[in-house]
T-cell receptor, first 113, second 115 residues
Framework: QQQVKQSPQSLIVQKGGISIINCAYENTAFDYFPWYQQFPGKGPALLIAIRPDVSEKKEGRFTISFNKSAKQFSLHIMDSQPGDSATYFCAASKDSGTYKYIFGTGTRLKVLA | KAGVTQTPRYLIKTRGQQVTLSCSPISGHRSVSWYQQTPGQGLQFLFEYFSETQRNKGNFPGRFSGRQFSNSRSEMNVSTLELGDSALYLC???FGTGMGYNEQFFGPGTRLTVL
């Protein structure tokens, strides 16, 4: 019940295309869902995050869609660029202000030039 | 503003030894969390410290321990190292006030190799 399932494991997208990464969770107590981007040799960096009371959040080319009833959320990267090539992790946390994040297994995105 | 710093960046140890990793959070941040990242298990939460107290703990054996000092710097210790402890150990800091959802900033990690 603590798992966050992420798919696909890897993704190849043409430059300018849309990258879509999906995550699903079981624990309805989760109340914070961040997405992290990680480049090789670096620590993860927060991209965008959402709470369950919002169905969509957009920041630049990055959008989170959240489906509370289905217990799913997804990251959409519009107009994907080669510089977006990285590993993306979704996460979930169930306690406001505490940081026991449960991470998905990661998606390795490659954007072809 | 300086980011989260972790030392050392790379470490090679042998089985049975112990190791101490250090993390300096962003100035003003009082919460420090530690994660283990491996190709097989992904990112797994180890523990979180806030104001020198362990506030959350993941499912790791007692060989993994940590502490936080009054200046919010944190150390993580692994005793009796096993081959499976080879991983990237990440530290993340945040204000951690408990009010709302505070962003965690990750350091670059310490790459531990156990031979």
């Amino acid at each position: 019940q603590q798992q966050v399932k992420q798919s696909p494991q890897s993704l190849i997208v043409q430059k300018g295309g849309i990258s879509i990464i999906n995550c699903a969770y079981e624990n309805t107590a989760f109340d914070y869902f961040p997405w992290y981007q990680q480049f090789p040799g670096k620590g993860p960096a927060l991209l965008i995050a959402i709470r369950p009371d919002v169905s969509e959040k957009k920041e630049g080319r990055f959008t989170i869609s959240f489906n509370k009833s289905a217990k799913q959320f997804s990251l959409h990267i519009m107009d994907s660029q080669p510089g977006d090539s990285a590993t993306y992790f979704c996460a979930a946390s169930k306690d406001s202000g505490t940081y026991k994040y449960i991470f998905g297994t990661g998606t390795r995105l490659k954007v072809l030039a | 503003k300086a980011g989260v710093t972790q030392t050392p960046r790379y470490l090679i140890k042998t089985r049975g030894q112990q190791v101490t990793l250090s993390c300096s959070p962003i100035s003003g941040h009082r919460s420090v969390s530690w994660y283990q990242q491996t190709p097989g298990q992904g990112l797994q939460f180890l523990f979180e410290y806030f104001s020198e107290t362990q506030r959350n703990k993941g499912n790791f054996p007692g060989r993994f321990s940590g502490r936080q000092f009054s200046n919010s710097r944190s150390e993580m210790n692994v005793s009796t190292l096993e081959l499976g402890d080879s991983a990237l150990y990440l530290c993340a800091s945040s204000f951690g006030t408990g009010m709302g959802y505070n962003e965690q900033f990750f350091g670059p990690g310490t790459r531990l190799t156990v031979l």
